[in-house]
Nanobody, 127 residues
């Protein structure tokens, strides 16, 4: 059974930074093709994709609204994927989710492409 666990988050001031972590395990097929994506959902809004990283080569994809403020990277030794968020704005306040699924090359930012999700971690940007 594939399991996904996020950690990090919390309350941060505008302009500040926070790092989220995602650990996935229990892969059924070749683990190198279980890409990791980050999503977020603000109150009253639809869930939207933030970033994706391919486990096979570390290649990343970002949504336009990230604007270079967010970085997704992996620690291969720990088998953990991180979402580093800088220059945070109140509009970044949301529940952040990590998701994974098996892909041969693709790294989509659409939530319906993923079957395995973490429980989410709240990020609140406020002074």
């Amino acid at each position: 059974q594939v399991q996904v666990v996020e950690s990090g988050g919390g309350l941060v001031q505008p302009g500040g930074s926070v790092r989220l972590a995602c650990a996935a395990s229990g892969f059924i097929r070749d683990s190198n093709y279980y890409n990791i994506a980050w999503f977020r959902q603000a109150p009253g809004k639809e869930r939207e994709g933030v970033s994706c990283i391919r486990r096979s080569d570390g290649r990343t994809t970002y949504s336009d609204f990230v604007k270079g403020r967010f970085t997704t990277f992996r620690d291969i030794a720990k088998d953990v994927v991180y979402l580093q968020m800088n220059e945070l704005e109140p509009e970044d306040t949301a529940m952040y989710y990590c998701a994974t699924d098996f892909f041969l090359g693709a790294c989509p930012l659409t939530d319906y492409d993923y079957d395995y999700w973490g429980q989410g971690t709240q990020v609140t940007v406020s002074s």
